[in-house]
């Protein structure tokens, strides 16, 4: 057994909300240890629909105060990390056998205005028989309305607040879960397993944050509280395909049961299409898309594009768990997306927050508020920063991506384009640490397929918590959607004898 010492903050949990107070709080002068037991976004935060968005759809439910929020929130991203999140522009087929034209200018006109938006363009209108963006829609939808929102790297926007922390004096433990947590007078300890050696390691913590998403109430009971049931699994499914339509622009469905899909350029020649609401029961690890899904899906994009792809052109699909606060709504589609703080505090002890529900949009403003809580606790912590601070990476001049992609071509001009873009929007600004000493393309080491390079999958390894091939493949990078199997069975194999000789 291994004592890590005591800290101010413990949380619980490596998603986009743990990281997020996580950061927060060590960036306000709190000592802070992060534990998470599988990889950094492995569950929720990595199965999103990549987008840092408003959420027009919740304005139908009310929704106004999340709605402002996010919308205010999706420039503060945009210029905090403008290598990970940047502008899309969506068009909105109009069908009016399922809003009237008017709901949706009304919508869109409060999306343009309740949260000041000062980077992105306006709404406006398209004809669809003259306009570009109408050539793969069905000839009869007649107009559109097209709208502004941003797409974000999921995974990467978790792993870079993870960079922070650590970069900031805070410790990051990855496939460590909480094995049990007791509560003295003034301080929580914590028993941890380290899975890979099967360490057991304790803690101290002044305060206990459980971010935990779908296993937030797995956490209380590990922490001996009473859990009422509060969480409401829904789960998300979504596929991708290639692309099938010219142009950047991504694309908002209305299907006839009122729900809307996006469909999402995606990884320069591929499609993201979803997502699905469906209530689930049983374990979130264990969530797969099923056949039903992907027929529903289709169906959608089938009703609109004149090319829609069919079953057999899915070429992978993903399935995330929503944990979202039960407010008792009979349509999953309707349970609220905001975030709800439960907090533990009994007279001279020790606090437990809890955080049910939120959205990756709203992750850093949750991370205030939770701090807002916990803030009687830490009479002597600072305020608010993150608003104005960049994630690693992303210190450009006036957010200018383009501007830095085309120094990064001038200043190394050996490397191929595809291989310098992927690298620009990954890492920003760290890719002098990746790149460190190398001068030709031959420095980048093996050749995996595509744009993929040993140099990288060394760094990720070293600098990011990468322990598993699939944590390169699918969360730190997407290089596995660009791979044929064999490409993939190499590098598995190469990965796994690395870390053999590193661990020996």
Known sequence: ???LGEFDLIVVGGGVNGVGVARDAIGRGLSVLLCEKDDLAEGTSSRSGKLVHGGLRYLEYYEFR??????????????????IVWPMRFVLPHSPEQRPAWMIRVGLFLYDHLGGRKMLPPTRTLDLASAPEGRPIRKSFKRAFEYSDCWVDDARL???????????????????????????????????????RGEILTARGKALVNAAGPWVEDVLRRAGRNVESRVRLVKGSHIVTRKFWDGEQAYLLQHDDKRVIFVNPYEGDLALIGTTDIPFDGQAEDARITEEEIEYLLAIVARYFENAPKVDDVLHAFSGVRPLY??????PSAVTRDY????????????????????????????????????????HMAGPWTHAATLPGGNFASADFSRFVAELRRSRPWLPSDVSLGYARRYGRR???????????????????????????????????????????????KHGLHLTASQR???EAWFKSMSKELAS
Do not use: C
């Open 1 to 3: 057994m291994r004592d």
């Open 66 to 83: 999340l709605v402002r929020e996010a919308l205010i929130e999706r420039e503060v991203l945009l210029r905090a990390a403008p290598h």
């Open 158 to 196: 978790v792993v870079l607040n993870a960079v922070d922390i650590r970069e900031r004096g805070g410790t990051v433990l990855t496939r460590t879960p909480l094995i049990s947590a007791r509560r003295a007078r003034d301080s929580w300890t914590v028993e941890l397993r380290e899975a890979r």
């Open 326 to 331: 039960d407010d008792k709504a009979a349509n």
């Open 340 to 379: 709800v703080f439960d907090i533990d505090a009994p007279k001279d002890s020790a606090p437990i927050l809890s955080i049910f529900g939120g959205k990756i949009t709203t992750y850093r403003k949750l991370a205030e508020h939770a701090l807002e809580k916990l803030a009687p606790f830490f009479p």
């Open 431 to 477: 890719i002098d640490q990746l790149l460190d000493g190398a001068n030709s393309l031959r420095d980048l080491g093996r050749h995996f397929g595509a744009s993929f390079y040993e140099r990288e999958a060394s760094f990720l390894a070293d600098n990011e918590w990468a322990m598993t091939a699939e944590d390169i493949l699918e969360r730190r990078t």
């Open 489 to 491: 069975e190499a590098f």
